[in-house]
T-cell receptor, first 112, second 113 residues
Framework: GESVGLHLPTLSVQEGDNSIINCAYS??????FIWYKQESGKGPQFIID?????DKRQGQRVTVLLNKTVKHLSLQIAATQPGDSAVYFC???????????FGAGTILRVKS | DAGITQSPRYKITETGRQVTLMCHQT?????MFWYRQDLGHGLRLIYY???????DKGEVPDGYVVSRSKTENFPLTLESATRSQTSVYFC????????????FGPGTRLLVL
């Protein structure tokens, strides 16, 4: 799940629509996963997390789905709002230590 | 809430100079981390610390030095800055094992000329 280049994938959605941001993680032994939101000029902000013994977790307007078979994580945002525009990162925790490995990120643009 | 702070927020320096970036957290978290973030890239771990006086290398440690004499502080030093170290640096912290969520500071934007 390391960076692959200078251009991040971009998802453009209409305000009010649902958004789905996808992430492929690298280590089948990872036991914990997090989604972060990063707005321009700010540090990453925690959105939602999930442990490997779960396949779905819901928060306020957000849902994370975990498919361990294909090492895939997704973030669903319901009724997307302009304030949701940001870069979204997934991160996985490898089994030893408390270190996270981050994906390259996805830009979410919300059109009004 | 203060939580985790970084200073300075912006820094311009020249090649070869020593620069220290400060990180302070008020939660008494055990773990602290330093990341760098470059345009179009994700966050890459430089160094981390599991507790005071315990530090370890991350993915990209070359050219950096850290120390952790107090639980709440985790300074990052660039011993001889290079242009390739121009980046945005983020500090993060998390609690004891069982609390995995890392909380990030606002970042320090460093430009090396």
């Amino acid at each position: 799940g390391e960076s692959v280049g200078l251009h991040l994938p971009t998802l453009s959605v209409q305000e009010g629509d649902n958004s789905i941001i996808n992430c492929a993680y690298s280590n089948s032994a990872s036991d914990y996963f997090i989604w972060y939101k990063q707005e321009s000029g700010k540090g990453p902000q925690f959105i939602i997390d999930i442990r490997s013994n779960m396949d779905k977790r819901q928060g306020q307007r957000v849902t994370v789905l975990l498919n361990k078979t294909v090492k895939h994580l997704s973030l669903q945002i319901a009724a997307t709002q302009p304030g949701d525009s940001a870069v979204y990162f997934c991160a996985e925790r490898h089994p030893y230590g408390n270190k996270l490995v981050f994906g390259a990120g996805t830009i979410l643009r919300v059109k009004s | 809430d203060a939580g985790i702070t970084q200073s300075p927020r912006y820094k311009i320096t020249e090649t070869g100079r020593q620069v220290t970036l400060m990180c302070h957290q008020t939660w008494s978290h055990s773990y602290m981390f330093w990341y760098r973030q470059d345009l179009g890239h994700g966050l890459r771990l430089i160094y981390y610390s599991a507790a005071a006086d315990i530090t370890d290398k991350g993915e990209v440690p070359d050219g950096y030095v850290v120390s952790r004499s107090k639980t709440e502080n985790f300074p990052l030093t660039l011993e001889s800055a290079t242009r390739s170290q121009t980046s945005v640096y983020f500090c993060a912290s998390t609690g004891l094992a069982g609390e995995e969520t890392q909380y990030f500071g606002p970042g320090t934007r460093l430009l090396v000329l």
